[in-house]
């Protein structure tokens, strides 16, 4: 296969920016898209020009890193990671845009690599439990019903690309926080920090710039692990929750001020 390739080029945060139209040839339809990309870059460094920079790790669907913003979609024309995007889903002589994350919480670092260090501050507000759960089978001793559980491994199955972010015009963040919570509220070992965790998540994920929800189902549509919308919903239920419970534990003297 022949492709052209338009690849956003970016020196770091401050730099402008431009699309570079590259061509490669020989592609076979049996690459990963991140192995197409890796025959560009050794024909680059071969000319002695700058290799393109892209994130990476696992390339088996699983650790989130490869984000890329493909012909308009995040990851290409596949419910999938990028780096799970082989090269038969194009066809010879077609043109590919790839672009970074757009969003603004995802500053570029350099090229096509953004800083998705937001993620981590929202997980580090609150995605964690303080229990001691014991080894495996201590855990397991725990009577989860089947329904709970299932619902729980669902939302885990997020791996935190972003793709949620970059489909929606808000660049919400809603899903990935959703997701996170779930997993853990529906777990008993969750509840310690049931109420405590949804707002300090929430307000983590305000302060960093994420956009609003506006249900539009971009998020899920272009998740590549299907994580559901429900998910969102119970991310208000507990967040009312939270609130709720908040406006309870309050001293009199302050419900009285308030009022």
């Not at 338009?6 to 401050?14: D, E, G, L, P």
């Not at 580090?124 to 303080?130: F, L, V």
């Not at 405590?196 to 305000?206: E, Y």
Request: aromatic share 6%.
């Amino acid at each position: 296969m022949k492709l052209t390739l338009k690849i956003w080029r970016q020196k770091n945060a401050n730099d402008k920016g431009r699309f570079v139209t590259y061509q490669v040839d020989d592609v076979s339809p049996d690459m990963s898209f991140l192995e197409m990309l890796d025959v560009l870059n050794e024909s680059l460094i071969h000319k002695g020009e700058d290799p393109v920079a892209f994130d990476h790790d696992c390339r088996e669907g699983i650790c989130g890193m490869c984000s890329l913003y493909i012909n308009g979609k995040p990851h290409g024309p596949e419910q999938t990671t990028t780096c799970q995007l082989h090269m038969r889903s194009f066809k010879d002589g077609d043109t590919i845009v790839i672009e970074p994350w757009r969003a603004k919480p995802f500053p570029v670092v350099k090229d096509l690599v953004v800083d998705r260090s937001a993620f981590d501050r929202i997980i580090q507000a609150g995605g964690y439990i303080s229990v001691n759960t014991g080894s495996a089978q201590d855990a397991n001793n725990i009577p989860i019903p089947k329904d709970k559980a299932s619902e729980a491994f669902d939302a885990a199955t997020c791996i935190g690309c972003g793709a949620c972010v970059a489909a929606c015009k808000n660049a919400s963040a809603m899903l990935f926080v959703a997701a996170k919570v779930s997993h853990l509220a529906l777990l008993p070992q969750g509840d310690p920090e049931r109420a405590i965790r949804v707002s300090k998540m929430i307000a983590q994920m305000d302060a960093e710039g994420f956009g609003a929800c506006t249900n539009t189902g971009a998020c899920e549509a272009e998740c590549p692990k299907g994580i559901s919308v429900k998910n969102i919903a119970r991310l208000n239920r507990e967040y009312l929750r939270a609130k709720f419970i908040e406006e309870v534990d309050k001293p009199l003297e302050e419900l009285a001020e308030e009022n």
